[in-house]
């Protein structure tokens, strides 16, 4: 791969850039990085030599046609240590295994890296990539080439195919339980990601941590808390949260960004009870922060559901297990993984179209009610 002067990526050398260099035909290449008869030893090894120093690697799709080996996917996880994940994943496996596909899985959320690096990382070895890359479709594509990629929960841009969710479907189920249970004065505890993010998500006058967002009915702030909260913003399903608000009657609501934990989600709500005792219902920006929410709650000797109600979003095992047991806007995780493998299978055999209508879908949130709303 080629830098700039920055030492930023740029465009990776291709079969092309190879064929320029060493004279040869694009055949010619090809014949020489798979080893294919037809070709003089001396001539196989100098491409060889100018594709190492170009840094081309072939397309591991090219030469499954090539060789006929069978398809590898590329997996790109953020962090496994969110339960949700791993159950996603574990559905990819699954459904790519009953077609006889590898997987070749790169757990990115480590050391400052990101789904571009994961897709970099991965490229060389798979046929195509699927990934909850945080916002970096285009880029991935690009690097893949004609090879599909596969994103999740971000606009798809230039990629292959891509799974969004109905997240303002999700906001209206939590805003009528909350309404119907008679709670007015509510809280959304939302996510401040890492110090890297999409440029899409970056926090602008309309989202910015410290001011209200324009429309909403009610009293409503982002109020950062917690490491580089900062750069508090509003995420996709803030967002939806508070048009959904916008649009119903007066709700009271302050939203709290914090960092995606358990630890930092129960610190955040302990502090905002100190200061607004009277909250009386709680939407938690995922299941893992919920599950913070809740031993805060119980920190202030708030009963659940009596004093304040808990939704939690993505519906992990986790919340089974908690006490009381939560109740969550929930995804069938095994059909996420079994949608995103199905919709690669048809790019793949060519029964889809990269970038159709087709192949962009959209999922919905059930609301699975348990003890703590």
Not at 292 to 320: F, N, Q, S, Y
């Amino acid at each position: 791969m080629t830098q700039t002067p920055a030492g930023r990526r740029s465009r990776r050398a291709t079969i092309l850039d190879v064929a320029a260099a060493a004279g040869v035909s694009r055949q010619t290449v090809t014949r020489a990085m798979n080893d294919m008869p037809g070709i003089k030893t001396e001539t196989r090894q100098r491409i060889q030599e100018l594709a190492n120093e170009l840094g081309y690697t072939p397309s591991r799709f090219a030469k499954g046609l090539v060789q006929g080996a069978r398809t590898s996917v590329g997996l790109a996880i953020p962090d496994l240590t969110n339960p949700y994940f791993p159950a996603f994943a574990s559905s990819v496996v699954e459904q790519a295994t009953q077609r006889g596909w590898q997987v070749v899985m790169d757990d990115y959320g480590h050391g400052g890296r990101n789904g571009l690096d994961a897709v970099e990382h991965l490229a060389p070895h798979v046929d195509a990539v699927i990934g909850y890359l945080g916002g970096y479709a285009g880029q991935a594509q690009a690097i893949l080439g004609r090879r599909p990629l596969i994103v999740l929960d971000e606009e798809p841009g230039s990629a292959a195919g891509a799974i969004t969710f109905d997240y303002r479907h999700a906001a209206e189920l939590a805003i009528r339980r909350l309404r119907s249970a008679g709670r007015r004065h509510i809280a959304y505890l939302d996510s401040v990601r890492g110090p890297e993010k999409p440029a899409h998500e970056k926090p602008d006058a309309e989202n910015h941590a410290d001011t209200h967002v324009p429309g909403m009915a009610g009293s409503t702030d982002l109020l950062p808390h917690g490491p580089g909260s900062g750069d508090g913003f509003v995420t996709a399903r803030g967002r939806a949260f508070a048009a959904v608000l916008a649009e119903s009657d007066a709700l009271d609501c302050v939203a709290v960004a914090v960092e995606e934990s358990a630890s930092a989600a129960r610190t955040a709500v302990r502090d905002l009870l100190e200061q607004q005792p009277g909250i009386a219902g709680i939407v938690a920006f995922n299941d893992l922060v919920a599950s913070g929410v809740l031993k805060a709650l119980a920190d202030a000797g708030k009963r659940v559901p009596e004093d304040c109600l808990v939704i939690g979003m993505d519906g992990i095992p986790l919340g089974e297990q908690l006490s009381p047991e939560l109740t969550t806007l929930a995804l069938d995780l095994r059909d996420v993984g079994r949608t995103a493998v199905e919709l690669l299978d048809g790019l793949l055999a060519g029964s889809l179209t990269a970038g159709s209508a087709e192949a962009h879908l959209t999922l919905r949130h059930r609301l699975v009610v348990r003890q703590s709303a």
